[in-house]
């Protein structure tokens, strides 16, 4: 395979570089968009797949790279994604993760571009009423993430009554680990995520890890997740643009292992992978948490005949800490 040209927007990100990486094995032409404010240069390590700094509401320049390139479709990761944050400033939000986008679409039809792969998340649901979470819940996101996220959503519903554009949303849960080999992995900056920053702990670049909550209705009282390898996430990727270019629907799909794992038993794990003890502390939930998020992931199996091919959380972390232990300390140089 394939020959074929592929827009992957945001492809310098954490997600989206290891998609990018597949894709390039997979013999895709890859042009990645992304402006940089996120994501490393470094990301982007194999040779053929050429990188474009620019935004994804940047219509001049859009209209330059659908006019020099045939994409069969887009992949689009570039998004803000600090839940937090979009709290204190939900305008930047829906500028960046909803807006922006709009120009992208409207080049898309100009150009007669029909195929839309989208990274939507389980923010979309909010607090969840029944478990394991299925597509069709309930979507009532109590963040302004999540609600420009769902929003992009309903925008690429109208478009594909409007103008036929096929879209598969990809609502990912926690996307974890970093590449097998060691070679790419997860650099934020600020990090919020439970497992670089439980190996963080470890390594004594902050003093310890801050457990939000020991009162939820949970086993041990932290939350449960599902964490996701970020490499199974990627073939997720290429199964919904293989579903698109083979003439496929639009679809909405989980990304999970449908397996849930609360925040101590990484915490335990973590101690397992490294052999170190992680220094903790107990804190307050943390605003907006729910106490248990997990997939159904089995539409993705039924739609896209994809499935994760890591359940257990110890492979995340074992290849966390494989990128994170490298001289570099999991940082891209620049
Ligand atoms: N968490 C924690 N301490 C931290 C960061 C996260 O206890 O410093 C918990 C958080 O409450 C959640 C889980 O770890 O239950 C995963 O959080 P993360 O921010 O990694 O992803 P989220 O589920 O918010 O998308």
Redesign the pocket.
Known sequence: MSGESVLVTGGAGYIGSHTVRLLCEEGYHVIVLDNLVYGHVGAIVDDSAELVVGDVGDRELLTRLFTEHNFTGVIHFAAYAY?GESVTNPLKYYRNNTAEPLTLLEVMSDFGCKSFVFSSTCATYGEPEKLPLTEDHSQKPVSPYGKSKLMVEWILDDCDVAWDLKSVALRYF?ASGCSTDGLIGEDHSPE???IP?VLQAVKGEIPE?????TDYPTDDGT?I?DYIHVEDLATAHLAALRHLAGGGDSLRCNLGTGVGIS?KQIIDIAEEVTGQKVPVKYGDR?PG?PGH?VADPGNAKKLLDWEASRKDPRSMIETAWKWMSQPHGGHFPG
């Not at 890890?209 to 909550?213: A, C, L, M």
């Open positions: 839940v926690n919020t995520h439970l920053l890890i801050t457990v939000f909550g939350c997740r925040v943390r948490d998020l």
